[in-house]
């Protein structure tokens, strides 16, 4: 669909991978790692990564790469609707599907014997260190980081400087995942840490997100001009500024709120259960 809206589909844009450092160098580690853990944890009694939780990772850290490096990101200098398919794919797929892998453990485990024991466990243990991600963790911490985030990269200056220095759009990207992975934090609960919210509490966490965001991407595809001067200027696409920002903000609307609704619609699920379970014990034990 994006070759469609390409003036000239063969002058290479589909050749136009970019090198994108987190993508190049950081993601590969962390699959690695990722994967040398799993295989040290065979045998393991504790099963705490079935297949699904694998494979869950491996398309999340995937996912990442390829709206990092592919010609998407290039696209997205070009039309704001790639642009926010990329963003969407970073926050509300690569996150969550990364943290549903629960990697905390085979990542460590993966990790070499001595630089572990010598240099990284004495690291993790500082108390300061402890405190600060605890801290970071919580959900009155993590819930205004990330629409704040979210808010914030999409007023007309912020996302204009973004596209126009490569610095900037590169923390913009960290940032997006950074608080995105804070924020599905206290929604998966990735093994084997313990929760910081309780079921029911998740219900009020996950709706307040979606209404800053439901209403973000309705003004944004309701603006009677193009809202963001960077894309207003462009030339030679078939797409006028205005269509490319109503079909961003559609993606951003739409799928967006749709995605987070379903997640509140699985927990309400969850706690339906929860309460069936208790209600049929304490009616055994009665």
Request: a positive charge; charged letters at 15%.
């Amino acid at each position: 669909m994006i070759a469609l809206h390409v003036q000239d589909p063969t002058s290479g844009v589909w050749g136009a991978w970019t090198s994108d450092p987190i993508a190049l160098f950081v993601v590969p580690i962390m699959f690695v790692l990722y994967l040398r853990g799993i295989r040290k944890s065979k045998g393991s009694k504790l099963n705490r990564h079935p297949r699904w939780r694998r494979l869950s990772f491996y398309f999340g850290i995937f996912s990442l790469f390829i709206v990092l490096v592919s010609p998407l990101d290039y696209l997205s200098g070009e039309y704001f609707f790639a642009h926010m398919i990329q963003h969407f794919v970073l926050v509300n797929v690569a996150a969550p599907l990364i943290l549903l892998g629960s990697p905390m453990i085979p990542v460590l485990r993966g990790v070499p014997v001595g630089f572990r024991r010598n240099l990284l466990t004495p690291f993790l243990k500082l108390r300061v260190l402890r405190i600060m991600l605890k801290t970071l963790s919580r959900p009155l911490i993590t819930w205004p980081l990330y629409v704040g985030t979210l808010l914030f990269w999409h007023f007309p200056f912020a996302y204009g400087a973004a596209l126009s220095n490569e610095g900037l759009h590169l923390l913009q990207h960290a940032m997006f995942f950074l608080t995105a992975v804070g924020w599905w934090w206290n929604v998966i609960d990735p093994v084997p840490l313990k929760p910081n919210l309780k079921d029911l509490e998740r219900i009020p966490y996950i709706f307040l997100t979606t209404v800053p965001i439901f209403v973000l991407g309705a003004f944004i595809t309701f603006a009677n001009s193009p809202t963001y001067e960077y894309y207003a200027v462009l030339q030679g696409h078939t797409l006028s500024a205005i269509e490319d920002q109503q079909i961003g903000g559609i993606i951003m609307w739409i799928p967006g709120s749709l995605l987070l609704m379903s997640t509140l619609l699985i927990v309400l699920i969850r706690v339906v259960k929860v309460e069936e379970k208790n209600q049929i014990e304490t009616e055994r034990n009665s």
